[in-house]
């Protein structure tokens, strides 16, 4: 009787265990693929397939291979995402010609707020809902906005955190088209 | 004396209004969703998402929609994880049987225990453990302490 509650309690204790093994795995991935890409590293980007909230259906990352690709997160209720959404709006209107994908990452967010704040600041591009924010975790995101660039075969060029200015987003283009 | 009292009151009416203008169905919903930015209960949370999610539960309460289909829209917006407690159905049912389980194992340990030591019967002081011969030359001496 001892033996079967000993054996009992150590298989719980080991259960619980692993799920906290496996989520601390989880969030340090994502914060991993940041401090790769901070050391000059391209790991590859985390594929995602998530609703759109500017037309019906999905978008997959993957399914974007052969261009370079802006990844933005960002959320309507973020103030600093206000101030960084014309400069995303004009680069896209630049870029967008030559080219480069922007896909816009709205997170933890409301999808309609999302949509009126897309109207508002004229974000012409794609945009995905990642509402649980997992996506987040994955890229290791701190806080909003943050954006990264997308080299044509899948792997992370450059990463920026906090407001993107014309300059700064030029430049981690420029890092994604050369790769 | 009684102008400041009453004045006192008055603030006291006014600072309490809203508590008790507020409908305990949100209070409710508040109780069982997270913020998903700061991760703590809805009705602790004062993230810019947190009053936001406020005003929706608000606006559809007013429209007339239950507390279990306003939860239900906040999951679909915001995943599983806005939910206080797991759903008690795949993944999140580990959460609800492990501590159940737990607590069952340790009533049954408690239970094991007892019935283990009631059959060893009443403690007798350890006389059990003396051997003939010392019960013997304990009498002897006895007898010669009286004598």
Redesign the interface.
């Known amino acids: ?2 033996k079967v ?1 000993r054996a ?2 150590v298989a ?1 204790v080991a ?2 265990f692993v799920l906290l093994v496996v989520h601390m795995a989880t969030a340090q991935r994502g914060a991993a693929v940041a401090a790769a890409v901070a050391a000059g590293k391209q790991p590859a980007a985390p594929d995602f397939e998530l609703d759109r909230l500017d037309r019906v259906g999905t978008l997959k990352l993957s399914s974007l291979r052969g261009r370079v690709v802006v990844l933005n997160f960002w ?1 309507s ?3 600093a995402c206000k101030d960084e959404a014309r400069t995303l709006a004009a680069a896209a209107k630049q870029w967008q010609p030559r080219g480069v994908v922007f896909v816009g990452v709205d997170s ?4 309609s ?1 999302a949509r009126a704040f897309a109207r508002r600041f004229g974000l012409r591009y794609a945009d995905v809902h990642d ?4 996506l987040m975790t994955r890229y290791g995101v701190t806080g909003l906005p943050e954006t990264w660039t997308v080299t044509r075969d899948g792997r992370l060029a450059a990463h920026i955190g906090g407001v993107a200015d014309t300059r700064r987003l030029g430049s981690a283009i420029t890092r994604a088209r050369r790769a | 004396m009684i102008s400041r009292l009453l004045a006192a009151a008055a603030l006291a009416l006014v600072l309490a209004t809203p508590a008790l203008g507020a409908d305990p169905r949100e209070q409710r919903i508040e109780n069982r969703v997270m913020c ?2 700061c991760h703590q209960l809805l009705a602790l949370s004062h993230s ?2 947190a009053e ?1 999610m406020r005003t ?1 539960i608000r606006t559809q309460l007013a429209a007339g929609e239950s507390p279990h289909a306003i939860e239900g829209d906040l999951v ?4 599983p ?2 939910l206080a407690s797991p759903p008690a159905r795949g993944f999140g049912l580990l959460a609800w049987l ?1 501590p159940a ?2 607590a069952a ?1 340790a009533a ?2 408690v239970f ?1 225990y007892a019935r283990a030591w009631r059959r060893q019967g009443p403690d007798d002081g350890g006389a059990a453990d003396v051997s003939p011969e010392l019960l013997r030359r304990l009498d002897l001496e006895l007898v010669a302490y009286d004598e």
């Open positions: 009787m001892h509650a009992g309690a719980l259960v619980l959320a209720w973020c103030h933890q967010d409301f999808s707020d509402g649980s924010g997992s | 998903p930015t810019p998402i936001r929706f679909d917006q915001f995943g994880a806005v492990i389980g737990g194992g049954a340990a094991a």
